[in-house]
């Protein structure tokens, strides 16, 4: 299984991007999809993840408010849609799939290459 993570690029804060992921194999009800963000010198930190089946979604303290992800069954594709984005938000973002819920990312298996999202003014 492949994941294909893009929307990265670069925003001025306070501004908006939105990340897709998409895997190359069907992604089952039992998945947990999560995405994660690394900054040079510190380990993944889990930002957004959600139920594929249920669709219940769970959040870092950190964007609480001002992301959203999302998955859309039909075109197995998952999104982070991200607003009010700080400096501190510039991160290499990835996505990944899991077996269950999980915050931790030595759980997950499945990793995307990984999009860099640049927050500059």
């Known amino acids: 299984v492949q994941l294909q993570a893009s929307g990265g690029g670069l925003v001025q804060p306070g501004g908006s991007l939105r990340l897709s992921c998409a895997p190359s194999?069907?992604?089952?009800?039992?998945?947990?999809m999560g995405w994660f963000r690394q900054v040079p010198g510190k380990e993944r930190d889990f930002v957004a993840g959600i139920r594929w089946g249920t669709g219940r979604t769970y959040y870092a303290d950190s964007v609480k408010g001002r992301f959203t992800i999302s998955r859309d069954s039909a075109k197995n594709t998952m999104y982070l849609q991200m607003s009010s984005l700080k400096f501190d938000d510039s991160a290499v973002y990835y996505c990944?799939?899991?077996?269950?819920?999980?915050?931790?990312?030595?759980?997950?298996?499945?990793w995307g290459q990984g999009t860099l999202v640049t927050v500059s003014s």
């Open positions: 194999g069907r992604t089952y009800s039992s998945h947990f």
């Open positions: 990944a799939r899991a077996n269950g819920y999980d915050t931790n990312w030595r759980a997950y298996g499945y």
